[in-house]
């Protein structure tokens, strides 16, 4: 599925805002196919200097949090592994290379705002955030809570399933406060699981039918807005045709092709009748694809079940 027909339909000028909070070597590839239409706010604190432009992005080398402020990163050898929090070390300990990637190599003293604050100030709304932060999404979350009730349609956050780092919010923290929020799960994807250090050896074996070693220990969990609220806010609240636009496009990012087509069903008539003739040739022809797929797909089983 590419988004290149969709792209070319959108108004001029149209754009998504994304914030990307930890983005370390910039924006994600799950975003380069809307690439020409989204402009990110890019949160890395150990960039360092002042806020920069990068092309169409904003660089803020601030932290985020639940207030302003400042805090202290802890780094580890693993980089990717370094957070605010304290890893939970007796417990990582017990897996297989947690215990060398969480080693505390130094501290890094940074400043800290809020998602709420620093798009205030730039003036602008966010509609997607990314929360990649090693166990301090939640307070991250809680300086977002205007973003989240005004402007916000699509959250994508790292979810932890057990206490990696001393005193986190797990995903069961993280779903509470974001349904309160107006949003609902869609997916959890990417998931990570941590195997368990034995004198064996033992690791990922084929066992258990299809089961994998370890335990679940985090992924990304995929929210959006409530398609009641959302449609309020399309209709009601001054969104219309470029909300509507944006949310399909989020979805579609996503791999979310059924919602983005229902949401165009529901949407449509508010659309530039030229720009609703095109959507609707392109969802028509995913749907044509996706039956050839499902056709062939059919005919390969029965093929292999009785030839």
């Known amino acids: 599925m590419t988004l290149k027909p969709l792209l070319r ?11 990307d909070i930890g983005s370390a070597g910039g924006l994600k590839d799950r975003w380069a196919p809307a690439r020409p239409a989204v402009s990110a706010m890019l949160f890395e604190p150990r960039d360092g200097g002042e806020p920069r432009a990068e092309g169409r992005d904003m660089l803020y080398p601030v932290a985020l949090g639940p207030e302003k402020g400042r805090a202290l990163l802890n780094l580890t050898a693993l980089p990717n592994m370094s957070s605010t929090l ?14 060398a990637h969480t080693q505390i190599t ?8 809020t998602l709420d604050a620093v798009a205030a100030q730039a003036g602008r709304g966010v509609d997607a955030i ?30 932890s399933f057990f206490e990696r ?10 779903e509470t406060l974001m349904r309160a929020a107006g949003f609902e799960l869609l997916d959890l994807y990417r998931l990570k699981r941590y195997r368990r250090l034995n004198r064996h050896g033992i690791g990922n074996v084929s066992l258990g039918a299809g089961q994998r070693a370890g335990r679940l220990a985090y992924g990304d969990a995929l929210f959006f807005l409530k398609e009641t609220t959302l449609l309020e806010r399309i209709r009601h609240g001054g969104g219309g045709e470029t909300l509507a636009l944006k949310a399909i496009l989020g979805l579609l990012v996503y791999g979310k092709a059924d919602m983005a087509a229902r949401l165009f069903d529901e949407t449509a008539d508010l659309m530039d009748p030229a720009r609703r003739a ?9 749907g044509r694809r996706f039956l050839r ?15």
């Open 9 to 19: 339909a959108l108004p001029p000028g149209f754009e998504i805002v994304l914030a």
């Open 86 to 99: 304290q890893p939970n070390r007796p417990l990582l300990e017990t897996f297989r290379k947690k215990g």
């Open 106 to 113: 130094g501290t890094l003293e940074m400043p800290v705002d």
């Open 130 to 159: 990314k929360v990649d932060t090693q166990g301090s999404e939640i307070g991250i979350l809680e300086g977002a809570r205007r973003c989240l009730a005004e402007t916000v349609i699509l959250a994508e956050i790292e979810v």
């Open 165 to 174: 780092y001393e005193g986190q919010a797990l995903f069961g923290d993280i």
């Open 278 to 286: 095109r959507l609707a040739r392109y969802f028509g022809s995913i």
């Open 293 to 307: 797929h499902n056709s062939i797909h059919h005919v390969l089983d029965y093929l292999a079940r009785h030839v």
